[in-house]
């Protein structure tokens, strides 16, 4: 059973693009999670969601930050308009059950980095 | 809102010693979670331990134990006989009951074995 992959694992891109990181979730959890990680601190946490829904966004910026976990395909995070600020690790993780009935599973890990 | 604060930014350590990892954390629920993850150099968050809140008997896996104290809010990690690979960053978590939320991480500690 493979672990929660996410790509790519390192990603630049200019000030102004599109980021979109990928996070396909351990086979039959239905439940992610996506982190951020800035240097030298813990995660923080941004957005959980379901299939085809959104749980909890209260982490997540209103501008330019949107996530989305498809029926089908992996979750996709996605940042518009890149700015040096959202240089970062972004993490995502998996559970089958939500987080206080079954552990999280977490990935490698996006490292984006913003010039 | 919850806060999780691990005071210790960086401990080191002699192998086959005895570290203890302070956690504490503010929280007005009742019913909650809390959970110590290991992140070593590949960055990979791995769960170490998790405590539920209304259960008194501190939780063990193998070398690592807690010692929770619900009225002081404190969630500390020992590690006996510690390992080389035990070097790590170690993130103390909270999440609250329902399982609507993500994890709430402190800013961690940076654990150094030495051989």
């Known amino acids: 059973n493979a672990g929660v992959m996410q790509n790519p694992r390192h990603l630049v891109r200019r000030r102004g693009q599109e980021a979109r990181l990928r996070c396909s979730p351990m086979?039959?959890?239905?439940?992610v999670y996506w982190y951020r990680q800035l240097p030298e601190e813990g995660l923080k946490f941004m957005v959980y969601?379901?299939?085809?829904?959104?749980?909890?966004e209260s982490g997540m910026p209103k501008e330019r930050f949107s996530a989305e976990f498809p029926k089908e395909g992996p979750s996709i995070l996605r940042i518009q308009q890149v700015v040096r600020g959202d240089s970062a690790a972004y993490f995502c993780?998996?559970?089958?059950?939500?987080?206080?009935?079954?552990?999280?599973?977490f990935g490698n890990g996006t490292r984006l980095t913003v010039t | 809102a919850q806060t999780v604060t691990q005071s210790q930014p960086e401990m080191s350590v002699q192998e086959a010693e005895t570290v203890t990892l302070s956690c504490t954390y503010d929280?007005?629920?009742?019913?909650?979670?809390l959970f110590w993850y290991k992140q070593p150099p590949s960055r990979q968050m791995i769960l170490v331990i998790r405590?539920?809140?209304?259960?008194?008997q501190n939780a063990t896996e193998n070398r690592f134990s807690v010692n929770f104290q619900k009225a002081a809010k404190s969630f500390s990690l020992k590690i006996s006989d510690s390992q080389l690979g035990d070097t790590a960053m170690y993130f103390c978590?909270?999440?609250?009951?329902?399982?609507?939320?993500?994890?709430?991480f402190g800013k961690g500690t940076h654990l150094i074995i030495q051989p």
């Open positions: 993780a998996s559970s089958p059950k939500g987080l206080t009935n079954s552990p999280l599973h």
């Open positions: 086979k039959g959890h239905s439940h």
């Open positions: 969601l379901q299939k085809e829904n959104i749980i909890d």
């Open positions: 929280t007005s629920e009742n019913n909650y979670y």
């Open positions: 405590q539920e809140a209304y259960k008194q």
């Open positions: 978590a909270f999440t609250k009951g329902g399982g609507a939320d993500g994890l709430t």
